[in-house]
């Protein structure tokens, strides 16, 4: 996310400390072993797990005025109008 004037910095620091990609990420496997889930649900699941992260591939951002890079993950698209 990149703030209406277009600062990482500021963007990066009001991202919430923990996100349900991170809860699912801990806790999936032993929440999927314990639970039987439906097949939709699984999908969510994994789609969620794996959503902006390396397996997905990406790109960096760079900033165009001091150079700083950060890499930027390809999201799993699953929100969108295909």
Not at 23 to 45: C, E, I, K
């Amino acid at each position: 996310m990149v703030t209406r004037d277009g600062d990482l910095a500021a963007a990066a620091r009001e991202r919430p400390r923990h996100e349900v990609a991170d809860v699912f990420r801990l806790y999936g496997d032993a929440h999927r072993q314990a639970h039987r889930l439906p097949t939709p649900a699984l999908r969510v699941m994994h789609a969620i797990e794996t959503c902006r992260t390396a397996p997905l591939g990406g790109h960096l951002e760079r900033c165009t005025e001091c150079g700083f890079e950060r890499p930027a993950y390809n999201s799993c698209d699953m929100g969108s109008d295909r």
